[in-house]
């Protein structure tokens, strides 16, 4: 029961997986390229997207949906031919290849793929200040108290070697 | 028992009584792995072959049964200077891991750190540098599993020379790292180094 349980959970996760990175069938066709850049993007980080796709001095509506960053305006860059435009990454995306369309308004399609990546840590960790650094207060009891007892022996010893002296 | 024998005897604990003194005065620093625990010194006997991975499910809870370690975590995000994030210092039980990676026992990286102390005292991974190879790490996770890891290197690095890539990098099965200060204090700049023990997925309970 267990198994079939968890091979059931195994093959759901698998075609959610399978979902998330297929392309959404309405991109096929005849698509233009769009650029990307930059092709591989960590969270927060703002992409370009540009493309001939949409012609001189055209426009379009580019569609981020797909990881959640909405919809971005494409307007002509310097060089006239081509569209740009700009979306950022957001925070909580998943790792993942991300679909990304133009719709331009001369009625063609642009469409790239964006691969998101997550960040890893770089450097050690700041976990400690050292408030577990210092004396051994057990140990220097311990050596007090030892101390404390040599002085005292000592002591006796002394007085019974004059008080030895003085009977003879 | 002659005199002499006796004041013999009372110099002996005069000189042990002044060595404890002398010596517990000196610092008491978290402790330090051995050299017999870094991979150099190949794998231990007694290796436990590696489990499937698990689905992702974010921890709830770290134990480290040898140690007597047993904390709750919280998730961690990255610091301004890209570093890991740590637990706030004023809470000496808690553990953090990093929640925009792999939570442990899901194939990949697990990153865990937690404090060695704070300015009241030792803290949650004070004793991880005691760790050694073959001992277990278990992680309670919020699907109502218990990811087990194995030890397989406690290994000591400076900070100036952390080894990103070694500790950082996604893994192509289940792993674990615990991160936490050591390797050295000095009052002016802080604990030197980072402890991380390493380890793998061998089980679930």
Not at chain 1, 52 to 78: I, M, Q
Request: proline content about 7%; glycine content about 14%.
């Amino acid at each position: 029961m267990r198994t079939t349980v968890r091979l059931f959970t195994r093959t759901a996760l698998t075609v959610a997986a399978i979902g998330a990175f297929a392309v959404p069938p309405a991109y096929a066709g005849n698509s233009e390229t769009l650029e990307i850049y930059p092709s591989e993007a960590t969270p927060g980080t703002t992409v370009t997207v540009n493309t001939l796709a949409c012609g001189k001095h055209g426009r379009g509506v580019g569609d981020a949906n797909s990881l959640g960053a909405g919809e971005f305006h494409l307007n002509p860059s310097t060089h006239k031919e081509v569209v740009v435009g700009q979306f950022t990454v957001p925070e909580h995306v998943k790792p993942g290849t991300y679909g990304i369309s133009v719709a331009c308004d001369n009625g063609k399609t642009a469409r790239g793929d964006l691969i998101v990546k997550h960040r890893r840590p770089s450097g050690h960790v700041q976990t400690g200040v050292g408030g577990s650094v210092g004396p051994d207060t057990a140990q220097v009891t311990a050596g007090a108290a030892v101390l404390a007892a040599a002085a005292v022996g000592g002591v006796l010893l002394l007085r019974r070697r004059a008080s030895g002296a003085q009977g003879h | 028992m002659s005199n002499r024998s006796k004041g013999w005897g009372i110099a002996v604990a005069a000189c042990v009584g002044i060595w404890l003194v002398q010596n517990g005065s000196e610092h008491v620093t978290p402790p330090v792995p051995s050299a017999a625990q870094a991979f150099a010194a190949g794998p231990s006997v007694h290796t436990d072959a590696a489990a499937d991975p698990l689905p992702p499910s974010a921890p709830v809870r770290l134990r480290i049964p040898e140690t007597d370690v047993d904390t709750p975590m919280m998730g961690l995000g990255l610091a301004a200077d890209g570093s890991l994030d740590v637990p706030p210092a004023g809470n000496r039980n808690m553990a953090g891991w990093f929640e925009d990676g792999t939570p442990p026992g899901a194939k990949g990286t697990a990153i865990v750190a937690g404090h060695v102390d704070n300015a009241e005292g030792p803290a949650v991974f004070y004793t991880l540098g005691a760790l050694k190879k073959g001992h277990r790490i278990e992680v309670d996770r919020q699907d109502g599993r218990t990811a087990v890891f194995t030890v397989d290197a406690v290994e000591v690095y400076e900070n100036k020379d952390f080894p990103d890539r070694k500790v950082y990098d996604e893994a192509d099965r289940a792993e674990i790292r615990v991160i936490t200060c050591g390797g050295g204090f000095s009052k002016k700049n802080g604990y030197q180094g980072n402890v991380v023990a390493f380890g793998h997925l061998i089980g679930v309970r």
